[in-house]
């Protein structure tokens, strides 16, 4: 019952449930490993994966297109994950992270010129993370930090200034 359902499975492009039905089918009876089904599994196994990376490589390409950096990036990975050699996905991820940092330090940058510490300071964080130019975002990370311990002093109280003493022309 299983075996067939795997070939229906199959028949309708339904790949996972068709792997499904023959593994169960293997472990009730296992003389369907010497029929060939072990052979037919691994094809089926392979195209999937091919499939996987195609789509993958295609979904990180939109998501880059559009803009959306971080899901690309986080695409290219999950592709590296599962084809560590893929060129395009080292290459993509590469220049991701590099654009992710440029963009962060830049808003670090613009963040510490507007004395917004904490913003500074998380986009330096980010940009480090990142690995970009991590002396210059390390050295904004550091001036913002400074700049609000200095913000957070008490203002020393202005001294009161001494009333005039009326002089008298006698």
Same mark, same amino acid.
């Given at each position: 019952?299983?075996?067939?359902?795997?070939?229906?499975?199959?028949?309708?492009?339904?790949?996972?449930?068709?792997?499904?039905?023959?593994?169960?089918?293997?472990?009730?009876?296992?003389?369907?490993?010497?029929?060939?089904?072990?052979?037919?599994?691994?094809?089926?196994?392979?195209?999937?994966?091919?499939?996987?990376?195609?789509?993958?490589?295609?979904?990180?390409? +939109?998501?880059?297109?559009?803009?959306?950096?971080?899901?690309?990036?986080?695409?290219?990975?999950?592709?590296?994950?599962?084809?560590?050699?893929? +060129?395009?996905?080292?290459?993509?991820?590469?220049?991701?992270?590099?654009?992710?940092?440029?963009?962060?330090?830049?808003?670090?940058?613009?963040?510490?010129?507007?004395?917004?510490?904490?913003?500074?300071?998380?986009?330096?964080?980010?940009?480090?993370?990142?690995?970009?130019?991590?002396?210059?975002?390390?050295?904004?990370?550091? +001036?913002?930090?400074?700049?609000?311990?200095?913000?957070?002093?008490?203002?020393?109280?202005?001294?009161?200034?001494?009333?005039?003493?009326?002089?008298?022309?006698?």
């Amino acid at each position: 019952k299983e075996f067939e359902a795997g070939y229906i499975h199959h028949h309708h492009g339904e790949y996972e449930e068709a792997l499904e039905s023959w593994s169960n089918a293997i472990a009730l009876d296992p003389t369907y490993k010497q029929r060939g089904l072990l052979s037919l599994m691994s094809k089926l196994e392979l195209k999937l994966r091919r499939d996987q990376i195609a789509h993958l490589t295609a979904q990180g390409f +939109e998501q880059y297109q559009e803009g959306q950096f971080e899901a690309s990036l986080q695409t290219y990975e999950e592709l590296l994950r599962l084809e560590p050699r893929h +060129e395009e996905a080292r290459r993509m991820t590469a220049k991701i992270k590099n654009q992710i940092g440029q963009a962060a330090l830049k808003a670090a940058q613009t963040a510490l010129g507007a004395r917004a510490w904490p913003d500074a300071i998380e986009q330096a964080d980010k940009a480090m993370q990142y690995g970009y130019e991590v002396s210059r975002s390390s050295a904004i990370k550091s +001036e913002a930090q400074q700049a609000m311990i200095v913000a957070a002093r008490p203002k020393p109280k202005p001294k009161p200034k001494p009333a005039p003493v009326a002089v008298s022309s006698a």
